[in-house]
Structure formats: C-alpha cells, structure tokens
C-alpha cells in the first residue's frame, strides 16, 4: 500500500475488534480510533442494560466515526465499528469514500468464550445473538476483506495486513 487506507475494523462483538485495531494501526503505521469511543452516554447505557441498539440510535455514532474517518483520508487510520449492516457501512463510505473494512469473522461458540472471559465491557453476550442476527457480511462490490479470527492476535493481525495487500489504492 503506497497510500494508507483509513481501515474500519468490523464484526460482531467478541471478534476483537479492540484487540486487532490498535495491532493492525501499529502494523500500518496509522493512529487508531476505538469505535466505542464515539457512542453517546444513551448509547452505552442501553447496551449496558441488554438492549440492542436500534438504527436511530447507531446514526450519530457512525455519523462521528465516518467524520474521522474522513479526516484521515490520504494519511491512513484504523478505527473499529461494529458496522453490522450493508447500510451502516454505506453511511460510513459516504462520510469517507475511501474506507475500506477488515470483517473480523468466526464461529459463534469460539466468539462467545472469548466475551466471556473480558472483563470491563458494556456490552454482555447475551446480545450475541442479536449481533449475529443483524450481521450482513461484506458484498462483493464492497471494498473490504474477511479474516478469520482463529489463532492469536498476532495471527489474525497478520492474515489482515497480508489481505489489505491486495486491495486497490484507495479512493480519494
């Protein structure tokens, strides 16, 4: 990559997206961004209290992310966001047409442990299954790439610098 892409790091909660964020920004170069950093307080509670977020909610929040983002274009950033659907990905491509996604994906069970075990986070696993509802993984015609979330940080950090490879310059 000659020109640093502006990376969102996407997937449902428990993929590590926290994790691989701050490794894939150190990896590039780029300064990261904590998706969860951008939520309103009103945002946090409800998700604090089990209740998945609705659309009208997420607005705001990826309004925010995707003005960072747009910040960043032509020097590059990662930032993580859940970015669960095709329309909250679009909102973010129209803020910052040069995003690209890395989908941190793998299976519910393994997905589920690792919540488990995290101490100091919002959002309980009980709305796993509501994450994994919601997800529509990346189309064909979005730029993006998916990296199994099997193995350690490290790993999976690697396999998601390898794929951003091979992606296109971005689009400024």
């Not at 998916?146 to 490290?154: C, I, K, N």
Request: with cysteine.
């Amino acid at each position: 990559m000659n020109t640093p892409h502006v990376v969102v790091v996407m997937g449902v909660a428990g993929t590590g997206k926290t994790t691989i964020g701050p490794l894939l920004a150190a990896r590039l170069g780029v300064p990261y961004a904590e998706g969860d950093d951008f939520h309103p307080q009103a945002n946090i509670a409800k998700m604090s209290a089990g209740t998945p977020l609705t659309d009208e909610d997420r607005w705001p929040w990826l309004d925010a992310i995707g003005a960072w983002g747009h910040g960043r274009a032509g020097h590059g950033g990662v930032v993580s966001c859940s970015a669960l659907k095709r329309s909250y990905r679009d909102r973010l491509r129209a803020a910052a047409p040069g995003v690209v996604f890395v989908h941190l994906a793998g299976d519910r069970a393994l997905i589920e442990d690792r919540m488990s075990h995290r101490q100091g986070h919002f959002m309980p696993t009980a709305l796993l299954d509501s994450q994994f509802a919601t997800l529509q993984p990346l189309e064909s015609d979005e730029a993006g790439v998916r990296v199994d979330v099997l193995g350690s940080p490290e790993e999976i950090t690697e396999r998601a610098t390898s794929a951003l490879e091979d992606l296109p310059e971005p689009v400024l």
